[in-house]
């Protein structure tokens, strides 16, 4: 089976639209995954059909007991995130800011504060026409975590029964969404752009992947709004012998099949016959049937 990550070394660079493009033209049984779950859309570009959701259980948060509480505010003084605030004549906790450190619990002489189960967000498996798709949903103020991200694959992971490919849509960046998303993957394709910070973020997302032993592809979109940054983006490819498998073109058409909520492979523009070609090669190198 292939498992495939479609990542990028920062945010903007067209990751979500090339991996919605790749699951389209793919006509082996699949299972499509969000993992990039701080902005979850993958599925805005297919019809879906909502299967389950489930409550996603985060860090723990503190909750005071105002029967038991004697007003003496050692918990607010040893509080390093500010999280616990007067209010109404009280002290009460700020759950935006409670990082579930427990030193409140600890400190406090009366037991009145104790930690609490609290719901950062929502998983969810929905069917497309394109196969079974796991993502997830963050609560407003939640942070992400590579726990969200293992749950999501865990979802994805029970629906392959019978599939071929996985596909993932990763986080940017080389954190711990990261870190999970790419655990237990056959190989990532990155997607950067003809940037000097793009460039300089391939080459830290190029030095985490290699430490889980992946195949690791490129593909460079936008390459024609800067060739001169785009030669030395294929020149680190070609030095650190990491395929370029694909060159996708700026191209208009892009922001319109967006807008309408389909995957751009559904046009007849240059970025769909690139993205094409970008499947094509990819097919080879990973010897898909």
């Avoid at 990542?7 to 995954?33: C, E, F, H």
């Avoid at 609490?116 to 942070?143: K, N, Q």
Wanted: negative net charge.
């Amino acid at each position: 089976m292939i498992r495939l990550a479609v990542i990028s070394g920062k945010g903007g660079t067209g990751k979500t639209m090339v991996t919605a493009a790749l699951a389209d033209i793919n006509r082996l049984p699949q299972v499509l995954a969000d993992c990039d779950v701080d902005a979850s859309n993958l599925e805005l570009l297919f019809p879906h059909r909502r299967i389950s959701t489930e409550a996603f259980m985060g860090l723990e948060v503190a909750r005071i007991d105002p029967a038991r509480c004697q007003d003496c505010g050692i918990c607010a003084d040893r509080c390093r995130f500010g999280a616990i605030v007067r209010r109404d004549d009280a002290w009460q906790v700020d759950a935006l800011h409670c990082e579930g450190c427990g030193v409140c619990e600890y400190v406090c002489p009366m037991g009145a504060i104790r930690m609490e189960p609290h719901i950062c967000g929502e998983i969810c498996t929905s069917a497309t026409e394109r196969g079974y798709l796991a993502h997830a949903r963050l609560a407003p103020g939640s942070g992400n975590s590579g726990l969200l991200v293992h749950e999501v694959k865990k979802r994805a992971v029970g629906l392959l029964d019978g599939c071929e490919v996985m596909l993932v849509d990763g986080p940017p960046g080389i954190g711990c969404p990261l870190i999970s998303t790419i655990s237990g993957m056959n190989a990532v394709l990155i997607v950067t752009e003809p940037s000097v910070s793009a460039l300089h973020d391939l080459g830290r997302l190029v030095t985490v992947c290699r430490r889980f032993n992946l195949r690791i592809f490129v593909a460079i979109n936008r390459f024609d709004l800067e060739e001169g940054i785009c030669g030395e983006i294929e020149a680190y490819c070609e030095e650190e012998s990491l395929p370029v498998v694909g060159r996708i073109p700026f191209d208009l058409q892009v922001v319109e099949a967006v807008r309408n909520n389909r995957p751009v492979t559904r046009t007849q523009s240059p970025a769909s016959k690139a993205i094409h070609a970008l499947w094509d090669n990819l097919s080879e190198e990973l010897e898909m049937p």
